[in-house]
């Protein structure tokens, strides 16, 4: 009975939920599309600092717009903001970012404290060839013709062609750590992608203590690929105790170049990588919520949260979470200003009327405003469950 119902559930799963594929080509052709609008039609600002918002005043002596200061000194007003800086930003910046008088709702900063922020970082290795795959290629070739495994093939056996994708050092002990602090690695064979794009490089992914050990090493040394420079002997004396355990590794095989991330420090990444959520957490889910509803920010005071900490809880921590978000956050915008127009402008009123008579409708009421707010956040639900896709 629990392996059926088991079958049954990955049946379910692997139905409804699309393969998790690795971009290999990066995102740059998705970026490049989703992009291609705003770059044609926006104004643009790039590298601006923007340090402080004042959000919208209730009151009719207060400024309708809400005004951004850059860090060089320039103010701009805006009919609606839509603040999409990480959620370690907000973390600093929560109270100095907004004005004293003014600040953001208590249980907004609550959620913004409750949920943590990771310190997941990256470093790439590349050597002057994939000894790895190399070491894979002539050990399955024994075996390939007894096998006759195909060289595409992506399974956990070694293939002529795949050394396999991903690689755990678990609690490693050959390599020096504070005791109790997990000094595990995972990395990426970048060797193992499609021909086009396969590289002889190791991927890395570093986190928590580690991360951050090794992020404070580097803090103050420059990148460089001189084999004798500082950044390189750190790297390497860092990570050879790992990749020497790879296949067919010998002494001559040293990385021609490091590059590593540096998240942890850098204030625009919000100092760190993504949200996650630590032992202990209680309501989670609320905190969510009330981080992507704005709690009274958005519709009342013109300043919207976006970013892959207001995604739809099946996204949270994704690029595609980051934008559905941002999606999200347009809808309501134009829902909202809809419902403005409707109810707030008769010009307006009087045109929509003729809109709506001409689509066969004839309800332009306050009532109307309210359902389309409703369908907004009937469809921000569907986003919250994932199935709006
Ligand atoms: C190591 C690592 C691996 C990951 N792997 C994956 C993965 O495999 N798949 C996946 O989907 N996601 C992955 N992610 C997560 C993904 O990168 C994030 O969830 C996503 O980039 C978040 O997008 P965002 O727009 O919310 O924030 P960000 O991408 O952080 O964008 C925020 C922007 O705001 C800007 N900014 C910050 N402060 C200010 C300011 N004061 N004024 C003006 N601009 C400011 C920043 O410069 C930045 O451009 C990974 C992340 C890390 C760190």
């Known amino acids: 009975m629990v392996v059926s119902l088991l079958l049954l559930v990955q049946a379910f799963f692997s139905y409804f939920q699309p393969e998790n594929a690795f971009l290999a080509g990066t995102y740059k052709k998705i970026l490049a599309d989703i992009a291609a609008t705003a770059l044609t039609k926006a104004d643009i600002h790039f590298n601006r600092e923007v340090v402080f918002f004042e959000p919208r005043q209730q009151g009719p002596q207060s400024p309708p717009q809400i005004t951004i200061h850059t860090s060089s000194g320039i103010q701009q007003s805006y009919d609606e903001v839509v603040v999409t800086t990480p959620l370690g930003w907000l973390k600093r910046h929560k109270y100095d970012a907004f004005p004293s008088d003014s600040p953001l709702p208590p249980r907004l900063l609550k959620a913004i404290d409750n949920t943590s922020y990771g310190r997941l970082e990256k470093v790439y290795i590349t050597f002057p060839t994939a000894f790895w795959q190399k070491a894979t290629i002539s050990s399955a070739s024994s075996t390939s013709s007894s096998t006759n495994s195909s060289p595409t093939s992506n399974s956990s056996v070694p ?36 021909a086009s794009t396969a590289h002889p490089t190791l991927l890395f992914y570093l986190y928590g203590p580690c991360g951050t050990h090794l992020t404070n090493a580097l803090s103050s040394i420059p990148p460089s ?57 209680e309501s989670g889910d609320k905190d969510i919520e009330v981080m992507r509803s704005g709690e009274g920010m958005g519709e009342e005071r013109g300043i919207w949260f976006a970013g892959e900490h207001t995604a739809p809880f099946i996204a949270l921590g994704t690029t595609t979470g980051a934008y559905w978000s941002g999606e999200g956050i347009a809808r309501r915008i134009v829902a909202l200003y809809e419902d403005l127009r409707i109810v707030q402008k008769p010009q307006d009123r009087a045109e929509l009327q003729g809109e709506l008579q001409g689509k066969g409708s004839d309800d332009f009421s306050g009532e109307k405003a309210k359902k389309k707010v409703l369908s907004a956040e009937k469809r921000d639900a569907a986003n919250a469950s994932g199935m709006a896709l």
Do not use: K
């Not at 755990?168 to 020096?176: I, K, S």
């Not at 790879?246 to 095989?253: M, Q």
């Open 159 to 194: 293939t002529p062609s795949t050394y396999p994708s991903f690689t755990h050092f678990f609690t490693p002990e050959y390599v020096p750590h504070p005791p109790n602090q997990p000094w595990n690695q995972s990395l990426v064979n970048l060797a193992a992608l499609p």
């Open 225 to 281: 690929t001189s084999l004798d420079s500082p950044y390189h002997t750190t790297l390497r004396s860092f990570f050879e105790p790992y990749y020497s355990r790879l296949p067919n590794y010998n002494a001559s095989y040293i990385p021609t170049a490091f590059l590593a991330t540096n998240w942890q420090l850098d204030p625009h990444a919000g100092y760190g990588s993504y949200t996650n959520f630590q032992v202990g957490l």
